[in-house]
Nanobody
């Protein structure tokens, strides 16, 4: 079975940085997919932050701007580097995958803020104070 496991969450002071990791397992070697990071605060919907296409490593960000969040591959993981953190960044952070053979789908999903991803991790909490 495919599994996604987030790690790296915790408490951090405003202005600091934090790197989250998403470890995937169970994918067939021929499967290609978009892997995206989302966050969700209480009472709000899931907000996309960044995505990466597994076949090429190309990255996508909302509004075509990287901002304070950077997604990158780190060996078998996909990390999300968060910089200059603010209290409003407090949320549960999730990674998710959408299987596709077309990298343009990752761009479409990111720029339409879609949550149409088949698999989700359990989330990791980030608290900024």
């Amino acid at each position: 079975d495919v599994q996604l496991v987030e790690s790296g969450g915790g408490s951090v002071q405003a202005g600091g940085s934090l790197t989250l990791s998403c470890t995937t397992s169970g994918f067939a070697s021929t499967t290609t997919y978009c892997l995206a990071w989302f966050r969700q605060s209480p009472g709000k919907g899931r907000e996309p932050l960044a995505s990466i296409y597994s076949a090429t490593g190309r990255t996508y960000y909302p509004g075509y701007r990287r901002g304070r969040f950077t997604i990158f591959r780190a060996g078998a993981k996909v990390d999300l580097l968060m910089s200059s953190l603010k209290p409003e960044d407090t949320a549960t952070y999730y990674c998710a995958t959408h299987s596709t053979r077309v990298g343009g789908v990752c761009e479409y999903l990111m720029h339409t803020a879609s949550t149409d991803y088949e698999r989700w991790g359990q989330g990791t909490q980030v608290t900024v104070s």
